[in-house]
């Protein structure tokens, strides 16, 4: 069958093309999904578009966040059939294959009545879930998260649901004008002569109890070190990318001495969960995943402001293009694959 699907062709070479699937005939424990509805990873695929990634191999189709309808299921899957519709992370494509009997392979059903262009939203939920997870925050406690794209705006409301205050951070205003609008505790745009004492303000001269870093630029941490009080906890949600060099030192003396905090520094990536639920482990990929569908269709994550752009999958060069030179207007840009 033929799969019309985003490619990655080379570095900053983007096609649509319907290619040969090889989907057909499904295994016993396999499904077929008719995508509805895609979400970019901006981070992660604009890494990948420009080659630094040596993981994704060019050409490929990118992208790990869709929502879509169930049209065939092996003769072994019990618990969805044709009809459903389900979140996964399946890629730009017209149709997804899924193998259930591989436990990585993440398929949770949307609960009926949800608007899909914002469930396909759990991705990035999930992402900013990990930052929660890892943490200590407790209610009350001042949280500070650094960059307000998709996954920092979540790990800030989610911050807020497990009773912190949230103190969101950015550069550019109009993303603190979003999070605002999502109705995160303080949002200020980030200055950096200024922002020690604008958060010593909020907090009374204490700091923050937690700081989320989720810019995955490195430079933007050191900086951010002192808006850390005592015995406080830096959580790393993005992923680091690029070089840059600067005295390591200063910054282990925040976790060592006394004086500047002895801060504790987590890792907060994804995939140290396991993808299914796990009798064993409290959290996993599919707990949170289930768990931001119900968020996200109760109205206590706001997704809305966040979804600036829904564009056909043959607007795909004008979306990557969107969200790698007019960042402030492309925030979550979705791809619409109905009537593809």
């Keep these: ?53 040596a993981w994704f191999p060019f050409p490929a189709t990118p992208g790990y966040a869709s929502v879509g309808e169930v049209i065939e299921a092996g003769a072994q899957v019990s618990d969805l059939a044709p009809g459903d519709i389900v979140y996964s992370m399946g890629g730009h494509q017209q149709y997804q294959r899924l193998d259930r009997s591989n436990p990585r392979a993440l398929c949770v059903k949307v609960p009926d009545g949800m608007d899909l262009s914002h469930a396909v939203f759990t991705r990035m939920v999930c992402v ?21 794209g998709l996954v920092g705006n979540f790990a800030a409301q989610l911050a807020g649901l497990q009773g912190g205050r949230g103190i969101g951070l950015d550069l550019s205003a109009r993303r603190v004008e979003l999070a605002r609008a999502c109705g995160i505790d303080h949002a200020l745009v980030m200055n950096p002569a200024t922002v020690a004492d604008d958060v010593a303000a909020i907090t009374g001269g204490a700091g923050v109890t937690t700081l989320i870093e989720a810019t995955g630029n490195p430079r933007a941490l050191p900086g951010a070190l002192p808006l850390v009080g005592r015995f406080g906890e830096v959580i790393l949600l993005g992923t680091p990318r690029g070089a840059y060099e600067t005295n390591l030192t ?22 140290r969960y396991p993808v299914p639920r796990d009798a064993f482990v409290k959290h996993s990929i599919q707990r949170n995943a289930e768990l931001a569908l119900e968020l996200i269709g109760g109205g206590e994550l706001d997704v809305a402001p966040l979804h600036t752009h829904t564009l056909k999958p043959k607007q795909a060069q004008q979306a990557y293009d969107g969200l790698r030179h007019q960042k402030d207007e492309f925030i979550g840009v979705v791809f619409d694959w109905t009537g593809v």
């Excluded at 699937?21 to 077929?32: A, I, K």
């Excluded at 001495?257 to 995939?271: I, M, P, R, V, Y």
Aim: proline share 2%; charged share 20%.
């Design 250 to 271: 200063e910054a282990l003396r925040h976790v060592h001495l006394d004086g500047l905090g002895n801060l504790t520094f987590k890792g907060a990536h994804e995939w």
């Design 1 to 53: 069958m033929k799969n019309t699907s985003i490619l990655f062709t080379g570095p900053e070479q983007i096609e649509v093309a319907r290619v040969d699937s090889g989907f057909l005939p499904l295994g016993d424990h396999e499904l077929l999904i008719r995508t509805r509805y895609s979400l970019i990873s901006a981070g992660t695929e604009l890494a990948c578009l420009s080659g630094v990634e």
């Design 128 to 148: 900013a879930f990990t930052a929660l997870r890892v943490s200590q925050i407790e209610l009350g406690d001042y949280v500070a998260v650094i960059g307000l």
